[in-house]
């Protein structure tokens, strides 16, 4: 949810497109196990879906620009995120070799190939990842359901929070989310569109 809203609001300052979002991902069962009703996805799916859909857009003449936001376990790279910069790598690498052959960096012809390249013209920033958390001017803490991921919903999306039924979990990783404020869920979400829309002007 809080990587729709924030899409949404970045693409309504640059005239973007905005995708649906992959609803399910690699959840695992770190937090709650089957019983807690935790959907999880296998990596390795993910990662083929997420192929699926880079290749898809690339063919569709998607050249640049391509942002994947992630705003849920972000922290050191967790399997979500891997898959997702797995997939993308590996698309570009075969485009890449697909254009010059076997061989093409090493070519001498490609002596200057970094050199002649600006940040928005290279290949590997054609698809570029934002996790949430870890944007630039991010001021708040990454968290699991707590006061920073709740704040952010709860500004993108009023009344969605429910802190009536806070009482009803035994969750130490939520305790946090009693402070919940949409203040701070507009500050930092702004933050991040912020430096989002700064990525995208190569500022």
């Known amino acids: 949810m809080v990587a729709l809203g924030v899409s949404e609001k970045i693409a309504e300052q640059v005239d973007g497109l905005v995708l649906p979002p992959i609803w399910y991902g690699v959840a695992s069962y770190a937090v709650g196990g089957p019983e807690t009703n935790t959907l999880n996805v296998d990596v390795d799916t993910i990662e083929r879906y997420v192929t699926c859909i880079l290749d898809s857009l690339f063919k569709s003449g998607f050249k640049k620009n391509i942002f994947v936001i992630i705003a849920h376990q972000t922290e050191d790279y967790m399997p979500m995120t891997l898959a997702c910069m797995k997939a993308a790598k590996k698309l570009i690498m075969a485009e890449l070799e697909q254009k010059g052959g076997y061989g093409w960096w090493g ?19 054609k698809v570029r990842f934002v996790l949430i958390p870890e944007t630039p001017s991010f001021k708040g803490d990454s968290d699991h359901a ?14 969605s929070i429910k802190l009536d039924r806070h009482n009803a979990i035994d969750d130490w990783f939520a305790e946090s989310a009693v402070n919940t404020s ?14 989002v829309i700064k990525m ?4």
């Open 200 to 203: 995208i002007k190569g500022e």
């Open 146 to 159: 707590g006061v920073v991921e709740c704040s952010m919903v709860e500004y993108l999306y009023p009344g």
């Open 182 to 195: 949409v203040e701070l869920g507009e500050k930092l979400v702004n933050c991040c569109v912020n430096d």
């Open 107 to 125: 070519k001498r012809e490609n002596a200057d190939f970094y050199e002649n390249l600006s940040g928005s013209d290279s290949p590997w920033n």
